[in-house]
């Protein structure tokens, strides 16, 4: 395969096609949202406890036994992870278990695991 066969060699613009994509635009405070979104889960650490606890809510120190780490290191993860929606938590007494934040984060990480298996 050549480099030059992705490259469109036309000169004719798609004018129907252009403005149907132009009028579903959405303005860039969405795109800079959906782009932090995905750099968050961009770190393998923070991936790593996405898996854990999409098997099940977990506490600190459980996540760190899972991923052979300290619990300030995933705490801090965590905290990250919390601060942008990706991850809730509850209580129970003294200990605090985390969670995914919703059922959009579950399907979205099991949709890329599978996306990527299948590679």
Not at 20 to 36: G, W
Not at 57 to 84: F, P, W, Y
């Amino acid at each position: 395969m050549s480099k030059n066969e992705f490259i469109c060699d036309c000169n004719v613009i798609h004018q129907d096609m252009v403005n149907k994509v132009l009028e579903q635009m959405p303005d860039n405070d969405l795109f800079n949202k959906l782009a932090k979104f995905f750099k968050i889960l961009g770190d393998i650490t923070r991936t790593k406890i996405l898996f854990a606890l999409d098997k099940n809510e977990m506490c600190v120190c459980d996540i760190a036994n899972v991923l052979g780490m300290s619990k300030s290191s995933i705490s801090h993860q965590l905290s990250t992870l919390r601060k942008s929606g990706i991850v809730k938590y509850r209580k129970e007494g003294k200990e605090v278990y985390y969670m995914l934040d919703d059922d959009h984060v579950k399907q979205l990480f099991e949709i890329g695991i599978e996306h990527v298996e299948h590679k």
